[in-house]
Every structure is written in C-alpha cells, then in structure tokens.
C-alpha cells in the first residue's frame, strides 16, 4: 500500500477537505499513475451531495485523470514507465458478460466498478482522481496522444467520451442535423466533436449569453430556448438531439424539434424522476433514448479523433484549495467550459 495526498468529502454535502489516503500495491496488471490533472465533471457535485442516492464516504471524487504511468505490473503489456495516459468512469467490469465481450464495458451486466464511490474486487471503496496517484488495470486505461496537451485532454475522459459515443452510435455526420442542448462542460466538448464529425451544428441554449462562444466552437447555429418562437421554427428539424443538461425539461416541447425517425438522446441524469409525454413521440416515428459514456476501445478512438482534429476542452485551470468554491460556480454556470485541478497543488 502507498499513502498519497487526496481532496475528499468527509460526509453528504461537506466541503472537500485535503487528507491522505491508501492506493493498492501495484499488481500483476496495473499501472501506477501520477496523476497531473483532473477535471472536475458535474457528476462529481451530484454523488458528493448524494444527489443520486445513498453515497460511500470518505469519497474522492474525480473520473476525469490525465497523468503519467511511473510503474508498470511484470503482466503489463500495453504501457510503459513514461506513457502519457488517461483513466476514465469506470477501472474494472466483469469481462466476461456479452457487453463486455462487444467493448461495452459501460454497460457490464454485473455493472462496472466505477472509479470513485464504489467498490473494488479487492472488496475495498474506488477513490477518484482528486489525488496524487491511482493504480488501475492496464485494460481500463488509455492512451492520451502526443498531440493533446494533458491538462486539456483530462475532461475529455469523460465529458468528450460522453459526447462522442451517441455521436457516433446516432451517426452524426454530413448531411446530418444535430442539435446540443446545453453548452457546458459536455455541450461546448459535443459541439466541437459534432462539427468536426461533419454534421449541421444547432446550440439550444437558456439564452444567448454564450452564442459567439457556440460559434466559435463549430455550431452553425445558435437558439435561446427562453424565446417560445424557437420551437415553433425549429419543429422537425433535427436528425439527432444530444441533451446534455441535468435539469428536467419539457421533453414533449424537444421531441417536437426532431424530424421523422429522429431521436432525443438525454446524457445528463437528473436528481428527481422526469415526465415524459408519450403522444409528443407518436407522430413522426419519434425516439427518446439516452446514453452512458464508451467502452474502453471506443475511449481510445474517441482520443485519437480529438487528436487528429484539434478537439480538447477549453478550461479553467485551478488549485485544490478552489475545489469547494469551483463546485459552486459550476452549479452557477459560472466556468467556460471545464474546471480542471493541477494536482501538483495537493
């Protein structure tokens, strides 16, 4: 075992506060990772204030890891001492279920150990990535290319995988019309992945504060949806919706933007249960449907198509001492686009 420095919460809706934690010894097939960012995801706010149910603590957050392997496992293969790598949601599955079999790891049968606010095979809680060092299997890891800069890479762990994978599964691309509600820490990634995928690129945003941000990004068009005349000009207009806020919606009045055939994917999880009106689905073949974040494969592919055409997240670098006032400026809105820790200040 090894001690490290972590930000944790103590209890449901503490402040995070420095302390040191146990990772395991590195094993057969693991990497130890110095860990030199980490961003910060809006799931990290939910599960930390147990806005998704009864919650393991102490907790480190953080599934968004961009460091450097500093030991390797005699079993590891496919990394080396020096390689720049990522770690994602999840650092363990089954992998013998059929999900896991097809490089949906995502989507385990027996579900997938997620990085933090779980529990390992060892029988012991997950920590995230607000911390010095983690040691994960080399089969969750992935590579982080030359070409992307680590601190600008890290959100794209989660928030760009997050993006790309309905992106891709939904076939975005030229001649094809996508919608992204949201330009946050997911829309303002799924905004810039959707262009560069070729498809006509629409922002559905609260209001038009952001719009030169959209546009800058790659969308080819910009909405208020406080403006009720958006949806009257914009009804059937969309191949594929990517709603990526956690805030329930009027769903009846977004379903009604796509076309025939068209489909809402919702990746944002709100805390209290949502109404969903079936009628507003009926008439054009319509589908609502959601999505996790990629398998491990689709992880690594999503990584170098970010590589190969310049897309990374826009961030906020800060230190740990900020963690407890980032975490309110998220809920505010307040961050263009991600925040990410520079864990040379725990």
Excluded at 150 to 170: E, M, N, Q
Excluded at 284 to 311: K, P
Aim: hydrophobic share 40%.
């Amino acid at each position: 075992m090894t001690t490290v420095a972590a930000y944790a919460a103590p209890a449901a809706k503490a402040p995070l506060e420095r302390r040191t934690i146990e990772r395991r010894a590195v094993g057969e097939h693991d990497l130890r990772i110095d860990i030199t960012f980490v961003g910060i995801c809006h799931s990290d706010i939910h599960q930390v204030r147990e806005g998704w149910g009864e919650a393991i603590f102490p907790m480190v957050p953080g599934h968004e890891i961009a460091g450097v392997v500093s030991a390797v496992g005699p079993g590891v293969t496919k990394f080396g001492v020096g390689d720049r790598v990522g770690v994602g949601c999840m650092v363990d599955s089954c992998r013998v279920c059929d999900n896991c079999r097809a490089g949906l790891e995502q989507y385990c049968a027996d579900g997938p150990v997620w990085t933090y606010n779980a529990v390992g095979t060892d029988g012991r809680p997950t920590y995230g990535g607000y911390s010095q060092q983690i040691v994960v299997d080399e089969n969750y890891v992935v590579r982080i290319p030359d070409g992307l800069p680590l601190d600008v890479a890290a959100p794209l762990l989660c928030a760009g995988i997050t993006t790309y994978s309905p992106l891709r599964h939904w076939r975005a691309g030229p001649g094809r019309r996508v919608a992204v509600v949201g330009l946050g820490g997911l829309g303002h990634v799924g905004v810039r992945i959707a262009h560069a995928l070729g498809a006509e690129v629409t922002v559905l945003s609260q209001s038009l504060r952001k719009k030169d941000d959209g546009l800058r990004l790659g969308a080819d068009h910009y909405h208020a949806t406080s403006d009720p005349r958006t949806f009257e000009e914009l009804a059937g207009s969309f191949d594929l919706i990517l709603n990526t806020v956690s805030a329930p919606l009027d769903f009846a009045a977004y379903g009604s933007l796509l076309r025939t055939d068209g489909t809402m994917v919702n990746l944002g999880l709100p805390e209290e249960p949502v109404h969903l009106v079936l009628q507003s689905l009926f008439g054009n073949r319509r589908s609502m449907s959601s999505s996790g974040i990629g398998g491990i494969a689709e992880t690594q592919e999503m990584l170098d198509f970010c590589a190969g055409h310049g897309v990374a997240a826009e961030i906020e670098l800060i230190g740990a001492d900020q963690i407890n006032d980032a975490y309110e400026r998220v809920l505010a809105s307040d961050v263009r686009y991600r925040f990410v820790i520079d864990t040379a200040t725990l």
